[in-house]
């Protein structure tokens, strides 16, 4: 699967 | 959140103000490079497109939101309202050198070859060198005025603190995001010679 990148820093 | 990234996104959004409270007050934008603000604009639209589709918080919604905002409304004193006072003459920076490199390094190295990961990485790699066309302003008017000088203090030290909240993120969570450290610390060594000078 591809892999979602969460990002949570501005 | 942490108190590093916590007070690093304060200098950023204190830096922010500085800048549009100079413009607004003053009623001149002199020895603001307006190339760089293109940059941060850019920057911000490319890393807060999932604003749409992802949902962190509402303090990283609303700071984005913010920064959006600002940032737009930064181009709108300079290039509009202020436009008599910008000085073209000294903000010479060529800046496609800047948006083209990073653009490919983002298609070459990046965390998923997707649309809105490219474009995150694309804005990571572009913060790092958003602020040259203003250092090499300052450069070459050989001085920057106080208000500036505080102006990318602030802004300078808001990377510095994130270099903290990532180590501090990696002792704890073990997380860590290389293209945004090594990015980050390109950024902050760009501020440092300034910093001496400051």
């Given at each position: 699967?591809?892999?979602?990148?969460?990002?949570?820093?501005? | 959140?942490?108190?590093?990234?916590?007070?690093?996104?304060?200098a950023?959004?204190l830096a922010?103000?500085i800048?549009?409270?100079?413009?607004?007050?003053?009623?001149?934008?002199?020895?603001?490079?307006?190339?760089?603000?293109?940059?941060?604009?850019?920057?911000?639209?490319?890393?807060?497109?999932?604003?749409?589709?992802?949902?962190?918080?509402?303090?990283?919604?609303?700071?984005?939101?913010?920064?959006?905002?600002?940032?737009?409304?930064?181009?709108?004193?300079?290039?509009?309202?202020?436009?008599?006072?910008?000085?073209?003459?000294?903000?010479?920076?060529?800046?496609?050198?800047?948006?083209?490199?990073?653009?490919?390094?983002?298609?070459?190295?990046?965390?998923?070859?997707?649309?809105?990961?490219?474009?995150?990485?694309?804005?990571?790699?572009?913060?790092?060198?958003?602020?040259?066309?203003?250092?090499?302003?300052?450069?070459?008017?050989?001085?920057?005025?106080?208000?500036?000088?505080h102006y990318?203090f602030a802004l300078g030290s808001y990377?510095?603190?994130?270099?903290?909240?990532?180590?501090?993120?990696?002792?704890?969570?073990?997380?860590?995001?290389?293209?945004?450290?090594?990015?980050?610390?390109?950024?902050?060594?760009?501020?440092?010679?300034?910093?001496?000078?400051?």
């Open positions: 699967a591809r892999p979602v990148v969460v990002h949570d820093e501005l | 959140m942490n108190i590093f990234r916590l007070t690093g996104d304060l950023h959004l922010i103000i800048l549009l409270l100079k413009i607004w007050k003053t009623r001149s934008c002199a020895g603001i490079s307006g190339k760089s603000q293109i940059l941060f604009a850019i920057v911000y639209t490319t890393r807060y497109l999932d604003l749409v589709t992802t949902y962190v918080s509402a303090y990283n919604t609303l700071m984005k939101i913010f920064f959006l905002a600002s940032s737009y409304a930064t181009l709108y004193l300079i290039y509009i309202k202020f436009k008599a006072t910008y000085d073209h003459n000294h903000d010479t920076f060529r800046i496609e050198f800047l948006i083209l490199p990073a653009f490919i390094l983002a298609l070459l190295i990046n965390h998923a070859f997707t649309f809105l990961e490219v474009l995150w990485t694309f804005s990571i790699y572009l913060e790092s060198v958003a602020i040259l066309p203003q250092l090499f302003m300052v450069s070459k008017t050989g001085e920057a005025e106080s208000i500036t000088s990318l990377r510095a603190l994130y270099i903290l909240n990532w180590i501090y993120r990696y002792a704890t969570e073990v997380h860590y995001d290389l293209i945004a450290i090594v990015a980050g610390i390109v950024q902050t060594v760009l501020y440092c010679d300034f910093f001496y000078l400051y």
